[in-house]
């Protein structure tokens, strides 16, 4: 990561990126008091892509030396030089934008060392295991990673991006009838370890509101299957602007058939509902995925898919957008040092609106109010199924009683078109993977909202 990449660029021949990258993570967990995983991985390397003719080449290599190099940048260079010969095709340049610079800050502080962090970990499982003797089981788990990239094109575009994020898990579990009831929650996101997380007791207050959350569905009922009028929380927003929107709209799902291809310019959604995929800022704070510089070095912006309802565009890298006769988003991403980058969603989320959420929850007579998603899944035309862990029955106005474990399903746009209220309250999910090919980190998140929804029943 030492390495200085500019002065390779004597050997780019045709349009180049170079990119050296490494990935660190550290996963500490215990179940039950006893730790159950302890592990350190890094991978590193340096990668190169070609374009040459309307082809593409790519090569990698994990030795990030002088070497390794000159290599990927050769290979690279072949590649696209054989694959343009053998397919010729008649092809514009790509789309160049202003010359691009960013850089991150170095890390700063002292970081805990992993004895120090299993010390940790372990005080908030035996505080856990006190004063909640009668739980089932209990995790306790840290996700700390940090994602390093030094990025050179020949377009003169370069960049060091710098991204920790520093997770823990807690899933806590109770028996009811001889069953296991479990609710589990996310805390920390972007940064490092030592920022988030100061002590171990800053924690407890969330630990006993789960433990609450876990009671109450204990005693839970069936929701009753069927089309309901809903409030989905912010975190199932989030999931559904990423999964069942988002995806329909990156530009390459878009060649491929997505169901939005031919809705550019019209109304998709209730004009309650605008939807961005941000880049670095939003609300006027820093988004859980901060990118300035995408992978082939384009300048990062946001991009507007939904406005007020309508349509409005898509997300590029630099060929679709060459296709779309647009600029660029810069929303090409790659994880690894030897994956090539791909159309990536960043910052996902519905914009906030004007209403408040006790109001929404008082306004409905007979639905329910969800609040916390598991895995969900969603294709090119929209439609979704996303599990649902914590949710709550709202009758009358009021919060009833909380339901066990379900489904909401549907076609996202359908679901957009029946959003009758937007709450003010806005909440991002700091923790999200996309699994497009390549896992990679995003942020997702948006208001509650109000709309019909399809629940799965016992």
């Known amino acids: 990561m030492n390495i200085d990449l500019s002065s390779f660029k004597s050997l780019f021949t045709d349009y180049t990126e170079l990119r050296c990258q490494e990935n660190n993570s550290l996963v ?73 610079t960013h850089h991150d800050p170095p890390a700063t502080g002292q970081q805990l ?15 856990i295991a006190r004063k909640y003797p009668g739980l089932a089981s209990r995790t306790v788990t840290l996700n700390r990673t940090e994602l390093k990239k030094t990025l050179l094109t020949s377009d003169g575009a370069s960049a060091f991006s710098l991204f920790p994020r520093s997770l823990i898990q807690i899933s806590l579990t109770v028996e009811q009838d001889g069953a296991p009831v479990s609710l589990q929650e996310v805390f920390g996101g972007r940064g490092q370890f030592e920022a988030l997380f100061s002590t171990p007791d800053a924690l407890y207050p969330k630990i006993d509101q789960l433990y609450e959350h876990l009671m109450r569905k204990r005693e839970g009922i069936y929701a009753a299957a069927g089309l309901k009028t809903c409030i989905l929380a912010p975190e199932l927003t989030g999931i559904l602007a990423h999964e069942a929107i988002g995806h329909t709209c990156e530009a390459d799902l878009v060649l491929g058939g997505s169901v939005v291809a031919t809705k550019l310019d019209q109304i998709v959604a209730s004009p309650l509902v605008s939807l961005v995929d941000f880049a670095h800022t939003a609300l006027g704070e820093t988004c859980p995925v901060p990118i300035f510089v995408d ?4 300048k990062a912006t946001d991009a507007v898919l939904i406005d007020h309802g309508i349509l409005k565009g898509f997300l590029h890298n630099k060929e679709s957008a060459r ?65 649902v862990t914590l949710g709550y029955e709202v009758k009358n106005g009021r919060l009833g ?46 208001p509650a909202l109000k709309c019909q929804v399809m629940i799965g029943g016992r």
């Open 28 to 100: 500490i967990g215990f179940l039950n008091g006893n730790i159950t995983t302890n592990t350190r991985l890094t991978t590193s390397g340096v990668s190169a892509r070609v374009y040459k003719d309307g082809a593409w080449g790519f090569a990698s290599s994990p030795e990030a030396t002088v070497a390794g190099i000159e290599f990927v940048v050769a290979t690279a260079t072949h590649n696209a030089t054989f694959l343009a010969l053998k397919e010729q095709q008649d092809e514009p340049p790509l789309p160049r934008g202003s010359v691009t």
């Open 113 to 127: 060392r992993p004895e120090q962090l299993v010390a940790f970990l372990q005080e908030i499982d035996q505080y």
């Open 295 to 298: 992978d082939e070095g384009t």
């Open 323 to 387: 296709h779309f006769k647009v600029p660029p988003t810069g929303n090409a991403r790659a994880y690894r040092f030897s994956d090539e980058p791909l159309i990536r969603k960043r910052n996902t989320a519905i914009l906030p609106g004007q209403a408040r959420l006790e109001e929404m929850i008082a306004s409905l007579d007979d639905g329910y109010y969800l609040m916390r998603p598991s895995n969900g899944q969603a294709d090119a035309t929209s439609e979704f199924m996303f599990g």
């Open 401 to 446: 009683r909380a339901i066990k474990d379900t489904t909401i399903s549907g076609l996202a746009f359908q679901v957009l078109q029946t959003v009758s209220a937007v709450s003010q309250e806005f909440k991002w999910l700091s923790g999200g993977m996309c699994g497009k090919k390549q896992l990679i980190p995003v942020g997702l998140g948006g």
